[in-house]
């Protein structure tokens, strides 16, 4: 068994305008911090519009659709933006996730990581926003359940913003354990721990500004790890955001490089209790480059140790 890094070039054809936090190079920097790992290297195919049906009616794809620019940029809202490529660059990131779901079933890998752009946790059912026009973690979680006949699927979101549109995407679903954790106070302004979803599936983690690795940690030990276990997922699906770093811009907490492996290696092995290890995992942010760099790393290489 391995691990499989599913990625493709047409991710990089999203662009958007000089100083945007989510811009090319983050994928490019990601890449390049992954070039020496042994990873299974996959081409990520366009999706389908069916899996991405699934969480998004079709009047969400027209309207992203109709909004590409032949050329430039068009601003959809105050932080999230299409360019000619960002229509195939968000089929690219959801059949990614896709792909990595088909892999990880049928046991041709133990676990993937999916190296896309546009990101997705931030994108509600009929609304593109925060850099995100696809929910890729709740396509794949749909994906696993629908078209695999899954029982019970969990998603971990550990990016530093709330997880609002994996959260609204699988609000309804029973079969999906959404977790998500994030500063708080922090766009978007969701994430309270009031909000359960419709089956009190859904737990949220805020954590407040400054706080440190050994705080979350503390959550995840009291809140997460347990519930995980006791939910016995048949798949766990990660939403990796890596701008809870300490040097990451848009925020103020202060995890570390360890951090995020020391929390992807129990989440691994809670896997390997719970699924038999079986673990899709989707870029999401990140917006210091050397930090989303390295992180994304440990992230893999914990990835790759659990899939020997």
């Known amino acids: 068994m391995t691990?499989?890094?599913?990625?493709?070039?047409?991710?990089?054809?999203?662009?958007?305008?000089?100083?945007?936090?989510?811009?090319?190079?983050?994928?490019?920097?990601?890449?390049h911090a992954l070039a020496s790992l042994?990873?299974?290297?996959v081409s990520a195919p366009l999706a389908e519009d069916e899996p991405i049906l699934?969480?998004?009616?079709?009047?969400?794809?027209?309207?992203?659709k109709?909004?590409?620019?032949?050329?430039?940029?068009?601003?959809l809202d105050a932080d999230t933006w299409l360019s000619p490529g960002s229509v195939t660059a968000a089929y690219r990131a959801a059949g990614a996730v896709v792909k990595a779901v088909d892999m990880v079933l049928s046991g041709e890998?133990?676990?993937?990581?999916?190296?896309?752009?546009?990101?997705?946790?931030?994108?509600?059912?009929?609304?593109p926003m925060g850099f995100c026009l696809f929910g890729n973690a709740a396509v794949a979680a749909k994906h696993a359940l629908d078209h695999h006949g899954l029982s019970r699927?969990?998603?971990?979101?550990?990016?530093?913003?709330?997880?609002?549109?994996?959260?609204?995407?699988?609000?309804?679903?029973?079969?999906?354990?959404?977790v998500t954790s994030q500063q708080m106070p922090l766009w978007p302004g969701t994430g309270d721990k009031s909000e359960r979803g419709k089956h009190g599936q859904i737990i949220n983690i805020p954590l407040p500004p400054e706080s440190t690795g050994a705080e979350m940690w503390a959550a995840y030990e009291a809140r997460v790890f347990p519930k995980l276990r006791d939910f016995e997922p048949e798949l766990l699906i990660i939403s990796a955001g890596f701008d809870a770093h300490q040097d990451d811009p848009l925020a103020q907490l202060?995890?570390?490089?360890?951090?995020?492996?020391?929390?992807?290696?129990?989440?691994?092995?809670?896997?390997?209790?719970?699924?038999?290890?079986?673990?899709?995992?989707?870029?999401?942010g990140g917006?210091?480059?050397?930090?989303?760099?390295?992180?994304?790393?440990?992230?893999?290489?914990e990835l790759l140790e659990a899939g020997k």
């Open 254 to 284: 202060n995890w570390t490089t360890d951090d995020f492996r020391k929390l992807t290696a129990k989440l691994c092995q809670i896997a390997a209790e719970t699924c038999g290890g079986r673990v899709v995992s989707t870029l999401e």
């Open 153 to 178: 699927v969990a998603v971990v979101d550990f990016d530093v913003h709330h997880g609002n549109g994996t959260q609204d995407l699988l609000w309804d679903d029973e079969r999906a354990l959404v």
């Open 3 to 31: 691990t499989a890094l599913i990625s493709h070039a047409d991710c990089l054809d999203h662009v958007t305008p000089e100083g945007h936090p989510e811009q090319v190079a983050r994928l490019e920097h990601v890449l």
């Open 54 to 64: 699934r969480v998004h009616p079709q009047a969400h794809l027209d309207r992203i």
């Open 66 to 75: 109709s909004a590409v620019p032949k050329s430039g940029q068009h601003q």
């Open 109 to 127: 890998v133990q676990n993937a990581f999916c190296a896309i752009r546009p990101p997705g946790h931030h994108a509600e059912t009929q609304t």
């Open 38 to 41: 042994d990873l299974r290297r």
């Open 287 to 301: 917006y210091d480059l050397q930090a989303l760099a390295v992180s994304t790393k440990a992230h893999v290489e």
